[in-house]
Antibody
Framework: QVQLVQSGAEVKKPGASVKVSCKAS????????IHWVRQAPGQGPEWMGL????????EYAQKFQGKVTMTRDTSINTAYLELRNLRSDDTALYFC??????????WGQGTMVIVSS | DIVMTQSPLSLPVTPGEPASISCRSN???????????LDWYLQKPGKSPHLLIY???TRASGVPDRFSGSGSGTDFTLKISRVEAEDVGVYYC?????????FGQGTKLEI
């Protein structure tokens, strides 16, 4: 079955960077876009951008341009989200999700990133 | 950017009774291919969101038929014909028509 398994929680200091992984299994990794969505504590989801694992092409929400980089390693079917220059308001749960057609049909379990001095 | 607005934000329901959630967008979600690009997700407490409805009215695989989606253009509705205890959580609509994709604020269904 389709599974997206994300890396574990991270605690970072302001100004640091973090790289979250999302390992795909049960389907052809390069055949489906991966989206990244974040959810701040008590808030709704917020779309960050999408990544094409086949071409490596990205589309970032303007809000996150310069803040995030989405990459992949096709040899291990894993997508990555890197966030730079972390601030306290980057504290959130970060999800990867597979796009099927127009919808996100499978989601990772989420990775909590806490930014605190 | 497309703004999604849900109502109500809180929905107390009784098991066995119907429930309805509204989602409105500030731009039409009707694609030139004739489909409305509007999805519904349910996020149960402590879990990731999961897909209920896509393209406004198509149930995702494994979703019970008590869930239905309708609407077109800018006005959409998610209906639960008979609420069950397992339906508690926060329901979100999302538009994947135009970047940046956007979610509604969420509707918390409580029993």
């Amino acid at each position: 079955q389709v599974q997206l398994v994300q890396s574990g929680a991270e605690v970072k200091k302001p100004g640091a960077s973090v790289k979250v992984s999302c390992k795909a299994s049960g389907y052809m990794f390069i055949g489906y876009h991966i989206h990244w969505v974040r959810q701040a504590p008590g808030q709704g989801p917020e779309w960050m951008g999408l990544f094409n694992p086949d071409s490596g092409d990205t589309e970032y929400a303007q809000k996150f341009q310069g803040k995030v980089t989405m990459t992949r390693d096709t040899s291990i079917n894993t997508a990555y989200l890197e966030l730079r220059n972390l601030r306290s308001d980057d504290t959130a749960l970060y999800f990867c999700a597979r796009e099927l057609g127009s919808a996100f049909d499978s989601w990772g379990q989420g990775t909590m990133v806490i930014v605190s001095s | 950017d497309i703004v999604m607005t849900q109502s109500p934000l809180s929905l107390p329901v009784t098991p066995g009774e119907p429930a309805s959630i509204s989602c409105r967008s500030n731009q039409s979600l009707l694609h030139g291919n004739g489909y409305n690009y509007l999805d519904w997700y349910l996020q149960k407490p402590g879990k990731s969101p999961h897909l209920l409805i896509y393209l406004a009215s198509t149930r995702a695989s494994g979703v019970p038929d008590r869930f239905s989606g309708s609407g077109s253009g800018t006005d959409f509705t998610l209906k639960i014909s008979r609420v069950e205890a397992e339906d508690v959580g926060v329901y979100y609509c999302m538009q994947p028509l135009q970047s940046p994709y956007s979610f509604g604020q969420g509707t918390k269904l409580e029993i």
